[in-house]
């Protein structure tokens, strides 16, 4: 069965970082890009960071580009965001999502996760 | 950076055909993507690439995408089909929607 099942979600302070992980199986992992994206009720999807098949090649949104890193590990069939500096308008539901295609800027989204709540407050 | 727009809602009647449009610069010159989630779930792909259907999709899904606005068409719309649906496309980077509420009435 394909599956992809993300962790690492929970209640952290403004400012402070966060790992969430997204665990793969049931395809090969390495053939495919890999992304992030948050679901807020007020704001409906937005997609946060992705990153090609080889780790080479990775994208990011406005509003997380230069606090967020996105990371895979093939050997382990395994996709990371790492969010640092973080802010309380970060408060999302975090999806990890495949790639129909190896690279960054193509392919529609074909399988997703069911999410890991960040929230941000103090 | 590109925007895509869409309608907040659309209602359709039991049985009919539901029309959500998704408005953007030139989109036709796009690969659009449209995604169905409902409450408390993920979302789930049912067209790629202006019209395309994953398998397990039915036919009664089906898109365009002609000069500024591409179409998520559902025909004889059921109970089932109500949801958020949210258009998307590659522009230097993935964009979404805003994203639609069908209901079915």
């Known amino acids: 069965e394909v599956q992809l099942v993300e962790s690492g979600g929970g209640l952290v302070q403004p400012g402070r970082s966060l790992r969430v992980s997204c665990a793969a199986s049931g395809f090969t992992f390495d053939d495919y890009a890999m992304h992030w994206v948050r679901h807020t009720p007020g704001k409906g999807l937005e997609w946060v960071s992705g990153?090609?098949?080889?780790?080479?090649?990775?994208g990011y949104a406005d509003s997380v580009r230069g606090r967020f890193t996105i990371s895979r590990d093939n050997a382990k069939n395994s996709l990371y965001l790492q969010m640092n500096s973080l802010r309380v308008e970060d408060t999302a539901l975090y999806y990890c999502a495949k790639s129909q295609q190896q690279l960054v800027r193509a392919g529609a989204l074909d399988i997703w996760g069911q999410g890991t709540m960040v929230t941000v407050s103090s | 950076s590109y925007e895509l727009t869409q309608p907040l809602s659309v209602s359709v009647a039991l049985g009919q055909t539901a029309r959500i449009t998704c408005g953007g610069d030139n989109i036709e010159t796009k690969n659009v993507h449209w995604y169905q989630q409902k409450p408390g779930q993920a979302p789930v792909l049912v067209i790629y690439?202006?019209?395309n259907r994953p398998s397990g999709i039915p036919e009664r899904f089906s898109g365009s995408n002609s000069g500024n606005t591409a179409t998520l068409t559902i025909s004889r719309a059921q109970a089932g089909d109500e949801a958020d649906y949210y258009c998307q496309v590659w522009d230097s980077s993935t964009v979404f929607g805003g994203g639609t509420k069908l209901t079915v009435l």
């Open positions: 690439r202006d019209s």
């Open positions: 990153i090609s098949w080889n780790s080479d090649s990775t």
